[in-house]
């Protein structure tokens, strides 16, 4: 139930993640509380609210009038972040999140159930070394102004391998003329089970477990992803476990 709000970095506008002088990795993990089960402190109470108390909102990644790089999120040397049921909405920068890699470390940025819209940046993810990994599941993507040709930049997208390049499933990408991905495409069984706006740099063996229709949220526009009863994000997928960003649990929609 945390929420970081209106601050401004020349790179990692929210959140600077960097285990440079530690043996093990940095983990910063964003939860929120009215999801259960979650094993919190007593201490810690409840969120009745999740868009308003699990957020991370319009953090700006600049240095003077020059965009910097992650707007939300900035990783480096063996830093890994996760989110679950997080809002992050309305950052300015050059990248909305940024794994810069060192000698090789690995860095990974999760999000399961999250919410990204509305932020203005270059493109969603960039992460240029061969051990970065940026996992989506449960996701809605939606109402970003990218400017870049493509929203995920990941290098090794196609390797094989647990611990690297880029998935996505059971998850809404709905960025109508931004490409998700690179023309190069990925690897197999690493992008199935989402409704996208272009199948554009999606392996062919995956083209079949997505589809390209309109989610119809339920009011976009002014900032509510939910959907409505005809989408197709509704009961089209595998069951999977898990709850929504409202508390509900997750059994069969996408």
């Known amino acids: 139930n945390t929420v970081i709000a209106a601050n401004s970095a020349p790179i990692g506008g929210a ?7 530690f ?3 940095t983990v910063v993990v964003f939860v929120a509380s ?4 979650v094993d919190l402190p007593d201490a810690v109470a409840g969120c009745d609210e999740v868009f308003d108390c699990n957020r991370i909102s319009g953090n700006v990644a600049a240095n003077g009038a020059i965009p910097g790089a992650g707007a939300a999120f900035y990783l480096r040397r063996r830093a890994e972040v996760y989110l679950e049921g997080t809002r992050v909405t309305q950052h300015e920068g050059n990248s909305l999140i ?12 999760k999000a399961d159930g999250a919410l990204i819209d509305r932020n203005s ?3 969603l993810a960039q992460a240029g070394g061969a051990n970065q990994r940026v996992e989506l599941s449960n996701c809605t993507i939606a109402r970003n102004a990218l400017t870049a040709p493509v929203a995920f930049v990941v290098e ?7 611990d690297r390049g880029f998935s996505m499933g059971h998850s809404i990408y709905w960025q109508p003329g931004s490409p998700m991905l690179p023309a190069s495409g990925i690897q197999i069984e690493r992008v199935r089970y989402n409704i996208v706006s272009s199948l554009a740099g999606v392996s062919s063996g995956d083209t079949l477990f997505n589809r390209t229709s309109n989610p119809l949220f339920i009011d976009g526009d002014n900032g509510d992803f939910r959907l409505q009863a005809a989408s197709l994000g509704i009961d089209t997928a595998p069951s999977r476990d898990g709850f929504t960003r409202d508390g509900l649990p997750r059994e069969v929609d996408i």
Do not use: K, M, Y
């Open 34 to 37: 009215s999801r259960p089960p």
């Open 23 to 25: 043996v093990g990795p």
């Open 15 to 21: 959140v600077h993640a960097d285990s440079r002088g």
């Open 156 to 162: 090794n997208q196609s390797a094989p391998g647990a």
């Open 98 to 109: 940024l794994e810069q890699e060192e000698a090789g470390e690995f860095i990974r940025f």
């Open 121 to 123: 940046v270059s493109l």
